[in-house]
């Protein structure tokens, strides 16, 4: 037992030598083999797509996210204009391969169309002229007897309607943002409810006449849209993780949504020097692991949380607990919330509030060098092969979800698995793909990750349920995305770079 925890504490310290392989390296992602994507774009809602008044050729983030995403994967996006008010249902009953739209993230919509993993927070406002003086606020706008306009069938219209009553006489409905603008701009209306990113590309092109107001209405994701079951989804999250990491979406984000975000990072919360208990397991390289040299914490995580203090204003402190038990601790009030690699789920989120997620995942199965009685899950699992697993994780369901649980070794952390594996104690090990880099960068000459993925998931740190902190940590997070230090972060310990 002491040789093994000697063990997991070495892996622990050479991973700060040795870099963990991306998890989306090029190599790894799928080939589509020059396959046309169709996509439906509206080319009418800056900056996610627009047409170039000089040249008539669609442009935008889309445009740029798509093409990148399409070179990483050898397909060819083929856009085709199409409204907004029948976008989702044509995708949905197949019309479309997918469609780029800055399309909000709904539960509603889920039952009809596959999302994506999200790719950008937005935050609906209110829009209103630059010398508007008779309100200042969502609150002053409510209380007068002012118009909103808005487009139909958009997230932004259902928070039109949380705010003056569904069927409100003091909505107008237009069939595309453009629209609804000019309507503001000629004194139609007194405001329009929009998402900031592209209000903040409206506000580009008409700065001399909008503005947005500074008070939140709702903050939620955007994602591309499939018709359900494609298989698309899959690779196409993978490129867009792949980008995320190695910094390409944040530089994308910079050329088309740079205004916006120097007024969110301007507008972070101040948490008044406030001290976070965090709890961390510091046994899950690469995000939370001592150093066995200087007796340190390190870790993805603790680069992360730093960085987030430093945006907010408090400080931190880490007490280190067992995996088991976290969820329940934090759920509780015992922490004021955990950071480690941890999937977010539906049946966790009725426990703690989650972040919003800040990187996807695959699971994997790790095996031996050299291994030749079964090449991927399907044959592993039509034989009688024991996988070892750290309980009370997703990666000890999937496996649950593989095979029986006579066939399922449970360890108190991974590194015994490993160990496990790497003796011949199991047969193979689920894992996160981007822990299993880690494992598999000091144990080269042992161990290896099969191709195939299990399941692809988020990660996100848990709070108590009614925790204050979930807000300002996403604004902060959000804040690291869009301008690339959490790329910076994630290309220290999980990218070969």
């Known amino acids: 037992m002491i040789a093994l925890r000697r063990f997991i504490i070495l892996v622990a310290a050479l991973l700060l030598l040795v870099p963990i392989a991306a998890v989306m390296a090029d190599g790894h992602l799928p080939d589509l083999e020059g396959r046309t994507v169709t996509v439906a774009v509206e080319n009418a809602y800056p900056p996610f797509n627009v047409l170039n008044e000089e040249t008539g050729e669609g442009e935008g983030w889309d445009y ?50 596959d999302y994506s993993n999200g790719y950008i927070d937005v935050i609906q406002r209110m829009m209103v002229r630059l010398e508007e003086d008779r309100f200042g606020s969502a609150a002053d706008f409510v209380a007068g007897d002012f118009v909103v306009g808005v487009q139909v069938a958009t997230t932004n219209y259902i928070a039109a309607e949380e705010l003056l009553g569904g069927g409100s006489e003091r909505i107008v409905a237009y069939t595309e943002f453009g629209l609804a603008v000019q309507a503001l701009i000629t004194g139609d209306i007194d405001a329009v409810v929009i998402d900031d990113v592209a209000g903040q590309g409206y506000v580009g092109l008409n700065a001399d006449k909008i503005k947005l107001l500074p008070d939140d209405l709702i903050k939620q994701q955007l994602g591309f849209i499939y018709p359900q079951g494609s298989e698309l989804v899959e690779p196409f999250n993978m490129a867009l993780a792949s980008m995320r990491e190695d910094g390409t979406l944040a530089a994308i984000n910079a050329k088309w949504l740079g205004d916006g975000e120097a007024e969110e990072e301007m507008m972070l919360p101040d948490l008044d020097g406030r001290v976070i208990i965090v709890a961390s397991e510091n046994a899950y390289p690469p995000f939370n692991f001592i150093d066995e040299e200087t007796g340190e914490l390190d870790g993805w995580d603790f680069d992360t949380l730093g960085e987030i203090c430093a945006r ?24 004021d919330m955990a950071a480690g690699g941890i999937t977010i789920t539906e049946e966790r989120k009725e426990l703690v509030a989650f972040s919003i997620g800040y990187i996807d995942i695959n699971q994997r199965l790790m095996v031996r060098i050299g291994e030749d009685r079964f090449a991927d899950a399907e044959e592993f699992v039509a034989g009688d092969y024991v996988i070892g697993v750290q309980v009370a994780t997703t990666n000890y369901i999937a496996a649950t979800e593989l095979v029986s649980e006579e066939r399922i070794v449970g360890y108190d952390s991974f590194g015994f698995a490993v160990q496990a594996l790497i003796s011949g104690d199991v047969d193979a090990v689920v894992i996160d793909d981007v822990a299993g880099q880690g494992y598999v960068g000091v144990n080269a000459e042992d161990i290896k990750l099969l191709p195939d993925l299990l399941t692809q998931e988020q990660l996100g740190f848990i709070y108590p349920l009614d925790s204050d902190l979930v807000e300002p940590i996403n604004a902060a997070l959000s804040s690291m995305m869009q301008d690339g230090t959490l790329a910076a972060i994630n290309a220290k310990w999980m990218s070969d770079g």
């Open 64 to 113: 740029d996210t798509l093409g990148e995403i399409c070179d990483r994967l050898n397909c060819v996006p083929e856009y085709i204009e199409t409204s907004w008010e029948g976008l989702i249902v044509a995708v949905s009953n197949g019309e479309y391969d997918m469609a780029a739209d800055g399309i909000t993230i709904t539960e509603e919509r889920a039952q009809i169309v």
């Open 312 to 335: 907010l204003n408090c400080g931190l402190e880490y007490i280190e607990t067992g995996w088991e038990g976290m969820i329940i601790a934090v759920s509780n009030g015992e922490f």
